[in-house]
Nanobody, 125 residues
Framework: QVQLVESGGGLVQAGGSLRLSCAASGRTFSSLRVGWFRQAPGKEREFVASIRWSDGSSADSVKGRFTISRDNAENTVYLQMNSLKPEDTAVYYC????????????????????WGQGTQVTVSS
């Protein structure tokens, strides 16, 4: 089992920055791929970014603004969010899994086995 706890959400003005953290416990952290997803009201959960070693990947909508990184010694994955826009407003979820046979699977919700409770990010205009 893996437990994931997100933190770092909050209210920020457009153009501002936030850093989300995902702290993991349980299964060997370094063997897991960890992803960030977000869900806005009335919308489906969507992929934001994922990482296993240093191979971070991100959605086109956040490229150049969001950076995913991990600290295996701290069992933590970070999502640095810069140049935030009102459309980034959502609940952000951390997820983890270890059964990815191809990179096309990284962005798919159903391939992640463990999920955190989410943290709210609100960007005001």
């Amino acid at each position: 089992q893996v437990q994931l706890v997100e933190s770092g959400g909050g209210l920020v003005q457009a153009g501002g920055s936030l850093r989300l953290s995902c702290a993991a416990s349980g299964r060997t952290f370094s063997s897991l791929r960890v992803g960030w997803f977000r869900q806005a009201p009335g919308k489906e959960r969507e992929f934001v970014a994922s990482i296993r070693w240093s191979d971070g990947s991100s959605a086109d909508s956040v490229k150049g603004r969001f950076t995913i990184s991990r600290d295996n010694a701290e069992n933590t994955v970070y999502l640095q969010m810069n140049s935030l826009k009102p459309e980034d407003t959502a609940v952000y979820y951390c997820a983890a899994g270890y059964r990815f046979r191809s990179s096309t699977m990284y962005s798919q919700v159903q391939n992640y086995d463990y999920w955190g409770q989410g943290t709210q990010v609100t960007v005001s205009s």
